[in-house]
């Protein structure tokens, strides 16, 4: 796997998946972890590429379709 792909993996992971399903619990991380989410995010998001992707209209948004939020999990 290259570099590049599993950094895509990874930013899908945290901020497509996990952070639609359970915000509050992310938002409450970002302390704990700040090389990821102050770092690495900001930086990835505008690679050339990654940020054509994502102002694109072939990025579909998270819904409740394959991805959930589920509130009654998330941090109250």
Do not use: N, V
Not at 12 to 32: D, N
């Amino acid at each position: 796997m290259s570099s590049a792909s599993s950094r895509l993996g990874h930013f899908s992971l945290i901020y497509g998946r996990l952070h639609f399903a359970f915000p509050k619990e992310m938002e409450a991380q970002k302390s704990k972890f700040p090389l990821l989410f102050s770092t690495f995010y900001p930086s990835f998001k505008e690679e050339k590429g990654i940020k054509d992707y994502l102002a694109s209209d072939r990025r579909l948004p998270y819904s409740m379709g394959l991805y959930r939020h589920y509130p009654e999990l998330d941090r109250q």
